[in-house]
C-alpha cells in the first residue's frame, strides 16, 4: 500500500523559509516521478514543483522559479520542497503526489495523479 506523509508545513512571516518533506513507503521510490502541489480555498490544485525518478530533472511553476527548489533523497525515500522568500499569496495546503508514469504523460493535472499525501497548511503572514 502506498503512503505518502507530508511534514514540515507551520506559520511563517512574509519573506520567511519552511522545508515540507514527504515521506514515501509501499513503492519503489527511484522509479516515481515526485510533484509538489497547493490548493487554496475555491481553488483546484495547481502544480507547484516536480522532480523526476532521475534525482535531477526539475519542473517548476513560474509564481515558485528562483524562490522553491525540490529534491529527494532515495536512501531515505523522501521528497523535500524547500520554500524560500514566501509570500502571503504562497498561503495554503501543499500537497506532495506520486506518479510511475513518465512527467509528459501525467505532467501538471493533479487529475492525474491517484497517490497523494495528507496535505500540509502553510501559512504566510504579512
Known amino acids: 500500500q502506498v503512503q505518502l506523509v507530508e511534514s514540515g508545513g507551520g506559520l511563517v512571516q512574509t519573506g520567511g523559509s519552511l522545508r515540507l518533506s514527504c515521506a514515501a513507503s509501499?513503492?519503489?521510490?527511484?522509479?516515481?516521478?515526485m510533484v509538489w502541489f497547493r490548493r487554496t480555498p475555491g481553488k483546484e490544485r495547481e502544480f507547484v514543483a516536480a522532480?523526476?525518478?532521475?534525482?535531477?530533472?526539475?519542473y517548476y511553476a513560474d509564481f515558485v522559479k528562483g524562490r522553491f527548489a525540490v529534491s529527494r533523497d532515495s536512501a531515505e525515500n523522501t521528497v523535500y520542497l524547500q520554500m524560500n522568500s514566501l509570500k502571503p499569496e504562497d498561503t495554503a495546503v501543499y500537497y506532495c503526489?506520486?506518479?510511475?508514469?513518465?512527467?509528459?504523460?501525467?505532467?501538471?493535472?493533479?487529475?492525474?495523479?491517484?497517490?497523494w499525501g495528507q496535505g500540509m497548511q502553510v501559512t504566510v503572514s504579512s
Open positions: 503526489a506520486a506518479d510511475r508514469r513518465p512527467f509528459y504523460y501525467s505532467g501538471k493535472s493533479y487529475t492525474e495523479y491517484i497517490y
Open positions: 509501499g513503492l519503489t521510490f527511484s522509479t516515481y516521478t
Open positions: 522532480i523526476l525518478w532521475n534525482g535531477y530533472t526539475t
